[in-house]
């Protein structure tokens, strides 16, 4: 017998497909959306829908944007021969929110994780390789501490030395494991002012 009627069990789904939504937390999203207002609900849709539309890889760092070149990579203030590496646009807003970095990013969207199939080749590593010209001066790698992000560091690490390019990697003191995104600006900034060469 099914409890719930098929539109709902349609929704509920679609909800635990979500990363970190698990089935209780779906079926209780799914009974406040069918409770919402129908403006609401339009509402929520539409920003999904214009969302999924409109938002696009910036063509230099490739973070998700608007625009054709997001406002960063837009900046000619940026030192543009700084170039920080990090896994996710989320990890990019976490340095932009310390307000003290002025070089410009590039963004992997994920880390090489054998565990979970996911290679070199699933990531904008070939994305950051074209970006490597005369005039970059230094690639800080600020991928995660975790053992993905650190894979990910050795592998850009080996792939750049032999361009002649200086290569840093932020300090640790960014706990192991730890999400970038999570970790507040004082930490950030000094992993970021304690990176080392290598
Ligand atoms: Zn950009």
Redesign the pocket.
Known sequence: MELYSGYINKLIEELAALPGIGSKSAQRLAFHLINMPQDKVNRLAAAIVDAKANVRY?K????L?DRE??P???NQKRNHGLIMVVENTRDLAAYEKTGRYEG??HVLHGAISPMLGIGPGDIKLKELMARLHDDVEEVIIATNSSLEGETTAMYISKMIKPVGIKVTRIASGVPVGGDLEYIDEVTLLRALEGRVEL
């Open positions: 910036c230099e760092c490739y973070t944007t070149v997001c960063v990579c837009a410009v990013y």
